[in-house]
């Protein structure tokens, strides 16, 4: 997925300015920024919540537009939440097909075939939970974004965009969810992670992307930056750094 020159603005306020990125299979960028950076508008104008002023999509090589969730979710974009929107009092399985729920006879919902898959779902992200038939209330915060991912890819996520995975997770859950972003990598998936944590940002991410007021201010490897440089970015203190053909 390539956007380029992408602008947003609410009234007076301009939003995004001209933000360019690319994000490819198999790679985790993290979009960081102070809080009105930006990086709320871009999510939901990939997610399709919002709609550019301006600026172009490309995927797989094709002019595409967003302008509606469906559009998104059409392209393999999947967005999880901070919240998660996850129903407390329904199993890990229904969770994960919420909404498509396996059939019989075109009316009964099929438990035990839904219950299968999501088991295969589970074991193939490497995914270790006490039972897909558990209630996501009785689960610990790591185990629960663990099944927000697995809807996300379930639904044909290839693109999967999450919102402050971390936010309100002790360190073990923490290090519980770094392991579920790294394994998305291996799944060939393309992952945006937004955060304020740059405790362990450089370790899980192939690339770094600033914004600040709307701009995309930095846009660098991991391996080519340290967290004293990203803090430089996002407060502006240090000047734009951009690299590998991304841009403004």
């Known amino acids: 997925m390539a956007m380029s020159n992408v602008s947003k603005a609410f009234g007076q306020v301009q939003a995004l300015v001209d933000v ?53 979710q059409a392209l393999g974009i999947a967005t999880v939440y901070q919240d998660l929107a996850l129903v407390e009092t329904r199993s890990v399985a229904h969770n994960i097909y919420l909404g498509r729920e396996p059939r019989r006879f075109g009316w009964f919902m099929d438990r035990r075939k839904m219950e299968k898959d999501a088991t295969v779902m589970l074991d193939s992200l490497n995914i270790r ?50 392991h579920l972003i790294t394994g998305m990598r291996r799944q060939d998936k393309a992952v945006v992670v937004i955060t304020h944590d740059l405790s362990d940002i450089l370790d ?25 440089q990203i803090i430089g970015w996002i407060t502006g203190v240090a000047p734009p750094q951009i690299q590998n053909g991304a841009g403004q």
């Open 20 to 72: 360019s990125l690319n994000l490819y299979p198999g790679e985790v960028v993290g979009l960081l920024g102070d809080n009105g950076a930006g990086k709320s508008t871009l999510i939901k104008i990939l997610s399709g919540n919002y709609h550019a002023d301006q600026g172009t999509f490309e995927h797989q090589g094709r002019s595409v537009t967003i302008n509606h969730p469906a559009d998104a």
């Open 204 to 228: 899980i991410t192939d690339r770094i992307a600033v914004l600040r007021q709307g701009k995309l201010w930095a846009y660098v490897p991991s391996s080519e930056t340290t967290t004293n």
């Open 129 to 178: 939970l006490p039972s897909q038939k558990v209630d996501v209330e009785l689960l610990s915060g790591g185990q629960r974004q663990a099944v927000a991912l697995s809807r996300a890819i379930a639904m044909g996520g290839s693109i999967l965009l999450l919102d402050e995975p971390t936010a309100a997770l002790g360190v073990e859950q923490t290090q519980q969810v770094h």
